[in-house]
């Protein structure tokens, strides 16, 4: 059984953390406890000033033997979850990364899983499976991702580039990567610091590689104003995310232009329609790249349907 273990591909898991000393813990456990054992534990730290070095220092003194290596990974300044997750992923020697926020879970299967799938799907470069809800459930029971798999078994590869144009329907904290991708990429675009995800995907998608799901839950994903992505900022930092959004959206926009006219037309129609069909069809009935993108176009108009049902 170790000759077995030891032949398996390291997977590196990327803590990202940033004031997260009441959730570490509990996210470093559900790492520990994984069914596969040849992890790489990397944790990247974005200036915190909660005493969650301290709590993740003392964690490691107790566990670090459970990995095949483990990473601190300091920063002086705060710099936003782009610049610290690229620390931390270009740190590692895995051939597969796992990436995940400190105040979320892996669950048990979660790398054992992934691997078996990639095994199985050699072809795969990317790969989201389903996640569970934790904390703030009114919050999860509001969240319009949670059939993730719908995209996958309905849009195709361009189907989906064109509908993340829009919408970021990729569930973030299930993603499994290979490494050498990642690099390929350039990593996340740090031009953006405070919106990792959607950048990369969208990179991802236009660079032709492979997009994988795993019908599973893999994650348990944390509904609260304590996450990373959710919490309750100062105002600066909300002038910063703001900033991150629009930039980001800049980007989807370039995305738009690039992938081709029609594509264009029909984005600024959903923009200016918000889901009306009579003059969203109007706009669109000389528009042939419409007609072949009608799947994507529904997608789009639930997710506005949706959005206005629960404001």
């Known amino acids: 059984m170790e000759n077995e273990n030891q032949s398996r591909p390291l997977v590196s898991v990327v803590v990202f953390c940033y004031n997260s000393s009441v959730t570490i813990v509990e996210t470093l456990d559900s790492i520990k406890d994984q069914t596969y054992q040849q992890i790489e534990l990397i944790i990247t730290d974005d200036c915190s000033k909660d005493g969650t070095l301290e709590i993740a220092e003392k964690w490691l003194m107790k566990n670090h033997d459970r990995f095949n290596d483990v990473q601190l990974i300091k920063s002086s300044q ?100 290979r490494s050498s991708c990642f690099r390929e990429l350039g990593g996340y675009d740090e031009s953006i610091p405070f919106l990792e995800d959607r950048p990369m995907w969208l990179k991802a998608y236009r660079a032709h590689l492979n997009m994988g799901f795993l019908n599973e ?37 370039e995305h738009r232009k690039k992938f081709s006219i029609g594509a264009w037309w029909l984005d600024k129609t959903c923009s200016i329609t918000s889901g009306r069909k009579v003059p969203f069809l109007f706009l669109n009935v000389l528009n042939p790249f419409y007609y072949k993108n009608r799947k994507v176009i529904r997608f789009f108009n639930d997710f506005v349907n949706y959005s206005r049902k629960h404001k």
Request: glycine share 4%; charged share 25%; with cysteine.
């Open 217 to 253: 839950y893999t994650v348990a994903y944390r509904f609260s104003n304590t996450s990373i992505s959710q919490r309750e900022s100062t105002s600066e930092k909300k002038v910063l995310f703001e900033d991150s959004y629009r930039r980001m959206m800049c980007l989807a926009k």
């Open 78 to 177: 705060n710099t936003g979850v782009s610049a610290n997750g690229n620390r931390g992923c270009y740190a590692s020697h895995g051939e597969w990364i796992k990436v995940i926020a400190a105040d979320d879970v892996l669950l048990p299967n979660c790398i054992e899983s992934n691997i078996e799938y990639v095994c199985m799907n050699t072809q795969y470069d990317f790969v989201f499976s389903k996640e569970k809800g934790i904390g703030n459930m009114d919050a999860y029971k509001r969240w319009p991702f949670k059939d993730v798999h719908v995209f996958f078994e309905e849009l195709s590869h361009e189907e989906q580039y064109i509908l993340l144009f829009q919408h970021n329907f990729l569930p973030t904290p299930t993603v499994f990567f």
